[in-house]
């Protein structure tokens, strides 16, 4: 069987002039990297104020090691959208380096459902991450500079807040001492970094709506706090304008292609467990604009990605689903039901119906927390028997859910068509789509919230720091900002040994930032971590290159 990276290698790309062409955007937006790959000028959106075109989101069950297979098949329904004759655009995020050297692989999609060159999009792509790491670190060398040249502003530096950030798993680099060497050397303090994909920078990047908002998200961004706790900013800093300097380019959306020629914008990479989960919206836009159907996913399940994009990303970008599918794949259900990795490819309809809840939970909370229609996608693989697929049917059909079978992996677009007529189809069914909670409640509230109707958890706790927070952030009027959990992903708890679908848990908040400038707060729960390490055995290990250039083991 061949791997991921080499059925890319395999597979002839079209030039990306031509990617362009077929999706109706006109030569003078186009900046191309090469022959492969291009930005789409920021000018596009001024001058395309046409209809747009119909919106489908892509989330999943609470992830396992098994694996389920979320890009592959969002991947795979553009191009099955396309099989059946829709003009589609797949809209994803970029990945970081830290998950592809790390453990859990890159972003490309998977077998005949992928978006190439592959390994680009893997690697260092357009830059667009080197430069949220340059302005993130711009600030944060600009906020040390104001305090070794005397601190005009009075910053407590027992209070900063803003961390540097590189992007790779480094544990190493969680809590450091910085500034030693003497006097000329800077300010002694505790410091650390965060991965750039959980900088505040990469949020804003992908909140934004134009340079200028860009510009004045960045200005917001609270970095630290002064000696009687009020907050200091990248425009206290005079910042901001040299941080939009250094974004400008990694704003524009970045155009590529899948397997089969479908149009690929792939732009910005927050992480799910510890962002918001969602690609930018300036690429969301542009897709809907671009296709009749526009194919975009969040990240991790739908407790995290899908909520965060439903209840953060919709309402800034005025946006909201027309159909919502959750994939999930016999093999990752029992794991759920207790199931141990190597043996998920026996049958076991008992394991099966107990790992079951988590689906239909995810379910649930698509059609009516949120109230949009639903498909459940299985993400099929040859050791999956008809029982299995028939008693998952049967559980999804009584919550009024539909089942398609996605093939996408094997059979690329053609393994999508099922998929894509039931897309088709519930995009017009009625649409009664509202967040999960009010702006206008207390942080607290929308923390009980998120926990008890999204997560069916019992309680939320915070901690008598957090609860100071809160009080804080309320009185400097960041109260009605909506909520972004970091949370595991593995659990709909903040426990990530509680597969399923548990009950009766409560979940600890320990920590609440204010990202200003990406207009949310931060409620750091469990033991979360923003700065990930590498495994026992990092992919890394297994990646190399050979004499001629080509890239090896890249998944």
């Known amino acids: 069987m061949r791997s991921d990276i080499e059925i890319a290698q395999a597979c002839p790309m079209q030039h990306i002039r031509d990617i362009a062409r077929e999706a109706g955007i006109a030569e003078e937006y186009l900046e191309q990297y090469g022959n492969y790959k291009a930005k789409i000028d920021t000018k596009f959106f001024q001058d395309h104020q046409g209809p747009d075109g119909k919106l489908i989101l892509v989330t999943a069950i609470t992830p396992t090691p098994a694996g389920e297979g979320k890009t592959t098949t969002t991947v795979g329904l553009a191009d099955g959208l396309r099989k059946i004759g829709k003009k589609s655009v797949v809209a994803l995020r970029e990945p970081s380096l830290g998950p592809v050297f790390g453990l ?44 070794q040249q005397g601190n005009s502003l009075g910053i407590d530096v027992k209070k900063i807040t803003w961390k540097r950030c590189v992007d790779m798993n480094d544990r190493q680099l969680r809590n450091i001492v910085d500034g030693l060497g003497g006097r000329m050397q800077g300010v002694p303090r505790e410091d650390g970094f965060d991965i750039t994909v959980a900088s505040e920078v990469m949020a804003v990047l992908c909140l934004a709506t134009s340079i200028t908002d860009l510009k004045e998200r960045l200005s917001r961004m609270v970095v630290a706090y002064t000696y009687d706790d009020k907050p200091v900013t990248a425009g206290d800093l005079k910042a901001a304008g040299a941080m939009t300097a250094l974004l400008k380019d990694a704003l524009k959306p970045n155009l590529v292609q899948t397997l089969e020629g479908t149009p690929a914008l792939i732009h910005g990479g927050p992480f799910a467990n510890i ?133 996408v992996w094997a059979k690329g677009g053609e393994g999508g068509r099922a998929l894509a007529e039931e897309v088709v189809r519930l995009c017009e069914q009625p649409n009664h789509y509202h967040p999960s909670y009010e702006l206008d409640t207390t942080i607290e509230e929308k923390l009980q919230t998120i926990v008890t109707k999204i997560y069916h958890g019992k309680d939320v706790v915070l901690t008598s720091n957090a609860k100071k927070q809160a009080k804080q952030l309320t009185d400097q009027g960041y109260g009605t900002y909506p909520i972004c959990m970091a949370k595991t992903q593995y659990s709909f708890s903040d426990n990530a040994s509680l597969l399923g679908a548990p009950e009766g848990f409560t979940v600890t908040v320990r920590n609440l930032k204010v990202s200003a400038g990406a207009g949310f707060i931060v409620a750091l729960t469990g033991e979360i971590l923003t700065m990930p390490g590498l495994p026992k055995v990092p992919a890394a290990e297994k990646i190399d290159v050979d004499e001629n250039g080509r890239i090896e083991g890249l998944f």
Do not use: W
């Not at 459940?376 to 059909?397: S, Y």
């Open 104 to 147: 859990k692989g890159g972003a490309a999609g998977g077998g005949y459902a992928q978006v190439v060159p592959m390994e680009d999009i893997n690697l260092h792509f357009t830059g667009d991450f080197h430069a949220i790491g340059a302005a993130n670190n711009l600030l944060a060398a600009m906020l040390d500079n104001h305090i």
């Open 275 to 407: 962002a918001h989960g969602c690609n930018s919206i300036m690429a969301t836009k542009a897709a809907l604009k671009l296709g009749d159907y526009a194919v975009t996913e969040a990240g991790f399940g739908a407790d995290l990605g899908a909520e965060k994009f439903l209840d953060i990303k919709c309402r800034m970008a005025d946006i909201h689903p027309d159909a919502v599918v959750v994939v999930a794949t016999v093999r990752a259900l029992k794991h759920h039901g207790g199931v141990a990795k190597a043996d998920l490819g026996t049958e076991n309809l008992e394991a099966l119906e107990k790992g079951l809840p988590n689906l239909l939970r995810h379910v649930e909370n698509i059609t009516k927390v949120f109230g949009l229609p639903c498909v459940v996608a299985i993400n099929r693989f040859p050791l999956d028997t008809e029982a299995e697929l028939a008693l998952i049917e049967a559980k999804c059909k009584e919550l009024g859910v539909n089942v398609a079978l996605s093939e």
